[in-house]
């Protein structure tokens, strides 16, 4: 059974930093791109970032680019985002969601605010 | 980036009824399209992709259709657990890119 399982959300201050992770089992990691996705309280859906299975291709929305990154361990089956120079506008739960968008994790919510 | 568009933003329907949603590229992208139903506060689930063809698992009352810029979500006879949002997606070049949704209620 293929899971997805992110932690590391929580509050943080607007300037602050926090590092999500995603924990990947019941299928081959290092086989498949990865993405995150993040949905703000009341709002709709928005692709943040990419990351192709060898980490040779990387994507970033516009509006997180050269604040976030993206990385991964196959080794360790891991997706990760880390979060820097956060804003009010990034309050949102973040999803960890397999390449091709068939599997998504339950996600995990972070809050920016003072 | 492609914008995508749905219609209607919201609509009521009871049980039994056969309901489309239409989403609409900004540009062609192909048969990149994906779409995903999202009940309050849980994870989106993935229910069709490359326009037409469900994931596995998804019932047969659910089927998807169009190519190009105009696409459609038809549920052919919704069922209590269908009342919730439906999301498309386009994935034909990044970024990636989310309708805003089509919220299905009970009439």
């Known amino acids: 059974e293929v899971q997805l399982v992110e932690s590391g959300g929580g509050l943080v201050q607007p300037g602050g930093s926090l590092r999500l992770s995603c924990a990947a089992s019941?299928?081959?990691?290092?086989?498949?791109?990865m993405n995150w996705v993040r949905q703000a309280p009341g709002k709709g859906l928005e692709w943040v970032s990419y990351?192709?299975?060898?980490?040779?291709?990387?994507y970033y929305a516009d509006s997180v680019k050269g604040r976030f990154t993206i990385s991964r361990d196959n080794a360790k089956n891991s997706l990760y985002l880390q979060m820097n120079s956060l804003r009010d506008e990034d309050t949102a739960v973040y999803y960890c969601?397999?390449?091709?968008?068939?599997?998504w994790g339950q996600g995990t919510l972070v809050t920016v605010s003072s | 980036d492609i914008q995508m568009t749905q219609s209607p933003s919201s609509l009521s329907a009871s049980v039994g009824d056969r309901v489309t949603i239409t989403c609409r590229a900004s540009?062609?992208?192909?048969?990149?399209l994906a779409w995903f139903q999202q009940k309050p506060g849980k994870a989106p689930k993935s229910l069709i992709y490359?326009?037409?063809s469900l994931h596995s698992g998804v019932p047969s009352k659910f089927s998807g259709s169009g190519s190009g810029t105009d696409f459609t979500l038809t549920i052919s006879s919704l069922q209590p657990e269908d009342f919730a949002t439906y999301y498309c997606?386009?994935?034909?070049?990044?970024?990636?890119?989310f309708g805003p949704g089509t919220k299905v209620d009970i009439k």
């Open positions: 969601v397999r390449g091709g968008s068939d599997y």
């Open positions: 019941g299928f081959t990691f290092s086989s498949f791109g």
């Open positions: 990351i192709s299975s060898s980490s040779s291709t990387i």
């Open positions: 540009q062609g992208i192909s048969n990149s």
């Open positions: 490359a326009a037409s």
């Open positions: 997606q386009q994935y034909n070049s990044y970024p990636f890119t």
